[in-house]
Every structure is written in C-alpha cells, then in structure tokens.
C-alpha cells in the first residue's frame, strides 16, 4: 500500500483525539504504553475509524500534554505491532485489522533481539537499530575467549575425519559430547548415563522440547520472576498460565513453591539455582532439598537451568544439583553458551531415565539433531574448561567490580548485590518506572533491559538488569551516561486523565 487506504481519509486533530484518548488512559505501565493501548481501544470501537490519518507527533503530544517522546514511542510501537502505518507526505494512518502483521512469538526475547519492529536481528553490525555508538548492557553473554578464539579457529578439528565416514545423523548428540557432559555432572555430584543426555540447539531448545512434552494450553506453570526472558517466551508459546514464585537474595523462595504447585495444579516448576539470571544468586541446599521434595510429593516435573552454573566468580563451590537430591521428575537443562561462546548453539537436558524415550523422540521430530560439527568443538571445550573458566573469571571480576563501583559513585540511590556468579547486576532504582527509563537511557546511548521484560505478569518495575559484558572503560562510559538519563529522568506518575486535556 503507497497511502491512506479512503480517497479522503478523515484527519484527526491533535485536541479531538487527546479528548478521545484521556477518557482511556487510566492503569499502570509507561504512560507510552497506556496511549498506544488507548488507540487500540478507539480503533476497536470504531470511535476512530481504520483509515484515519493521525496528527503528528508533536501536535499530539502537545495536546495530551505529555512528551513528544512518549508519543515517538507509542506511535512507534503501534506501527511496529501493525496498526499504523506512515509514509512521508501522507502522514500516520491507522490500519485494517486483517492487515496486523501475524502473530509474534518473540516477546520478551524480541526486545533483546530484534529490531522494535521485528524486522531485522537488533545489533547486526550495520543493519540493527542500535546506534553504533551505544553502549549494550542488555544482553547476557560473552565474546569468545582466547582459548575459545583458538579451539573454534581451527580449520579442522580433531576428531572430524572420522565423523565424516559416519551419514550424519545422531538426534540424542555426540557420544564424545555426551561423555564430556556426564563427566562433568559427576564432578558436581550428579551420577549420569551419556544415555540420559540429549544435545540440544542451545539450553532455550531443551526447555522448548520440555514445554512442548508438559504443557497444555491453559495449564498452570510455576516460574521464578525475575528469570531469563527466553523462558516466558517459550512458556507463553505453549499457552502455559505463568504463576510467579519471587526471588530473593537467596535464590527462588522455595518454602512457597509447595502451596503454589497445590493451589494452581502447575504441571511444571522452573528454577535457575545457580548464578540466576538475571540476579545472579545461588540457591542454598536447604532450599534444593525443598524443591525436590515437592517434586517427589507432587506430581510436578522440575526444571533446573544450569545454563549459568560455571560462570563462578568465586571459588565457593556450588551446592549439589537439585536432580541428585531426591527420586522426583527433576530435569537439569545446561548450555555451552555462558561459559564458552552463544554462537556454537550448544546445550543438553539431562533427564531421569523414565524421560529418555521421549525427550529423544521429541528431539528427532524437532530437526533430527543439532549440528555435529558444533558438537566436536563443544566436547573439546569442556576438556578445556579450567583454562576457559580461568579466563572468563579474570575478564568478569575486575568489570563486576568496576560497575558496581561506578554506580555507588554515580547513582547512589540505586541499589543492588553484588553476584557470586553470572553477567549481571539486578539493580532497583528508588522511584520511577524501569521501561520508561531503559527508553530513556537507550536515548543517551545505553541499553538495558527493564525489569518487566524479565518478569511473570510485567512484575519488578523498578528493577532493571545491566550486563557486564563490556569492559571497564565502555562501563564507565555507560554508567555516566546512565546518571545523565537518571538526572534528566522525570517519571510520568500516574495522573487523573482530565489533567492531561487540553
Ligand atoms: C538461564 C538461561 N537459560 C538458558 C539460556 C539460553 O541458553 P542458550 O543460548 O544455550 O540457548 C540463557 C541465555 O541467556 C539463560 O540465561
């Protein structure tokens, strides 16, 4: 379509439509996302009819009085979600319904991701819609290290010739591979059969295969918030129900999970015991015991995601795996990505051994096995574990420091622990709204990743999560950019909508 879709399409003005849109601007959320919501809800009811071209920006906002930002943003998101439309010289239209764009499964992921209107990869160099220049604190994974850089760089890895002479197809994943993660669940205290172990395309493709062999559309799932924004994606895809276990200093507040699986009837519970994400707690024994215990007690499988277990930053040991204390449904999910490299796409779920029919099933039907030639490098990675970790260690303390040094220094008000593990600092600001805030903070050349988009119903809305997966110089850029963003930030307190006519 080059235009308006109507001949003489109807020009809304900036007063009517502010009139229109305060009668529906009440709730909570960033005052952008109450406009674009209220437009919705006049496209709806026909109160603006498809096709209306809209006044522009600045005569908007200038009516509703509220900032030419907010409604930059509103109009933005609206445009990307496919219910308006704009073309230079014939202005801002709202569209058909049967022409919204389908539906998006990339929600929370998406925003890390993708472009705000889905179209293109968020930071291909060159194509995404972050400034080059921007400081990104908003996504939890690592470069290559050096012995990753030298592993991954050869031109053929050792053990290859003979896996040619095999067709190719192995869906539960490379014996070597296989081995090399059983040996290193021993290590913890978990003993495995390489049976029980089947490769995935990355953690997020074993959690995807668990949802798709436990939920039903409607079903009750119990998941820690904040967690991994990847998991309520794939919660969501299934139609789960997400009910929100809190976390604390200590990791998911297991003494509640009993009643909340009773209650509900979840059919799973999800728990990131070591180094969470995006807190970066580990979850003490006596809280693992609980969790499997409830999943002997119940009939409730368990997830526990160690996709962030070795990115230890000190030399505490981790407590035991929740799946080697006790007889319940407990699957162990883990991943090469944290550690090593995202890019090699590597992970495993360990399952309990009434599991391996089915998840290896579910795994073939899924794409017939993940890449062998990753697989290679994977197992030869975790043969060289200690040097990698080694050096992930002495490239995450000194930034894990700076950062939280810097923000004591420049942003006082803001709160936070410092991690034993993990990419990140979950900080709470003192006042204000994190999604309106991480849009401003991306406007002075920082991403961050507010608390909502990590969290059950948009919980934690003070909180957001900054990455230290930069180093210590372009940390101490982006902290003085983020007290600049802070000192010009006013929050948009929730206001009685006649306020906001003109
Ligand atoms: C806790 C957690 N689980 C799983 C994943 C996804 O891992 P992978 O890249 O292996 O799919 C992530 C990535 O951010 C994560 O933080």
New binding site residues.
């Given amino acids: 379509m080059i235009g308006p879709p109507l001949d003489e399409p109807i020009h809304e003005s900036g007063p009517r439509l502010a009139v229109l849109l305060a009668a529906e601007l009440g709730g909570d959320g960033p005052l952008y996302r109450r406009v674009a919501d209220a437009l919705k809800r006049l496209v709806d009811r026909g109160d603006v009819p498809l096709g209306t071209v809209l006044p522009a920006e600045r005569a908007l906002a200038r009516a509703l009085a509220v900032s030419r930002s907010t409604v930059v943003t509103a109009y933005d998101r609206l445009k990307a979600e496919g219910w308006l439309e704009s073309r230079r010289g014939s202005g801002t239209w709202v569209r058909r319904p049967e022409e919204r764009r389908p539906r998006v499964d990339a929600v929370a992921t998406g925003r890390l991701f993708l472009s705000a209107d889905g179209q293109v990869q968020r930071s291909e160099p060159g194509r995404g819609d972050l400034l080059p220049d921007t400081v990104d604190l908003s996504?939890?994974?690592l470069p290559a290290s050096p012995t990753v850089r030298a592993v991954l760089g050869r031109p053929t890895p050792p053990g290859l010739a003979g896996l040619l002479d095999h067709h190719g197809y192995l869906p539960q994943g490379l014996p070597e591979l296989r081995a090399a993660v059983a040996g290193r669940c021993l290590e913890r205290g978990l003993a495995t059969d390489p049976d029980q172990l089947v490769v995935?395309?990355?953690?997020?493709?074993?959690?995807s295969l668990i949802a798709r062999q436990t939920i039903q559309p409607g079903d009750a799932v119990v998941v820690e918030t904040p967690?991994?924004?990847?998991?309520l994606d794939v919660f969501r895809r299934f139609g789960a129900r997400a009910v929100p276990l809190p976390v604390d200093e200590h990791g998911a507040r297991t003494e509640l999970l009993d009643e909340l699986v009773e209650r509900t009837g979840a059919r799973l519970v999800y728990v990131?015991p070591d180094h969470?994400?995006?807190t970066g707690t580990v979850m003490p024994l006596e809280r693992r015991r609980l969790v499997a215990a409830v999943a002997e007690r119940r009939d409730v499988v368990v997830i526990e995601?160690?996709?962030?277990a070795e990115l230890a930053l000190t030399d505490a040991p981790l407590p035991p795996p929740i799946s080697s204390l006790g007889e319940g449904q407990v699957l162990s999910?883990?991943?090469?990505?944290?550690p090593y490299w995202?890019g090699?796409?590597?992970?495993w779920v360990r399952t309990p051994r009434a599991w391996v029919v089915r998840m290896l099933s579910t795994k073939t039907v899924a794409d017939l096995g993940s890449s062998l030639l990753d697989q290679l490098h994977a197992a030869e990675l975790i043969h060289r574990r200690d040097e990698v970790l080694a050096e992930r260690r002495a490239e995450l303390v000194p930034r894990r420091d700076r950062l939280a040094a810097a923000l004591r220094a420049a942003l006082p008000t803001w709160t936070f622990d410092v991690p034993a593990g993990?990419?990140s600092l979950w900080v709470q600001l003192p006042h204000g709204n994190a999604e309106e805030f991480a849009e401003l903070a991306l406007s002075h050349g920082v991403a961050v990743v507010p608390g909502p988009a990590l969290s059950v119903d948009d919980g934690n809305r003070r909180a957001l999560r900054l990455s230290y997966v930069v180093d210590v110089d372009e940390l101490d850029r982006a902290v003085a950019r983020l007290a600049e963003a802070w000192a010009a930030y006013q929050p948009s307190a929730p206001r009685p909508s006649a306020r906001l006519v003109v």
């Avoid at 995935?200 to 959690?207: D, E, R």
């Avoid at 967690?227 to 998991?231: A, K």
């Avoid at 999910?333 to 944290?338: F, H, I, Y």
Wanted: glycine share 16%.
């Fill in positions: 996504v939890a994974a995935t395309t990355g953690a997020h493709q074993a959690l967690t991994f924004p990847g998991l990131g969470h994400n995006p995601d160690q996709a962030m999910v883990g991943s090469t990505a944290k995202a090699l796409r590597v992970g993990g990419l």
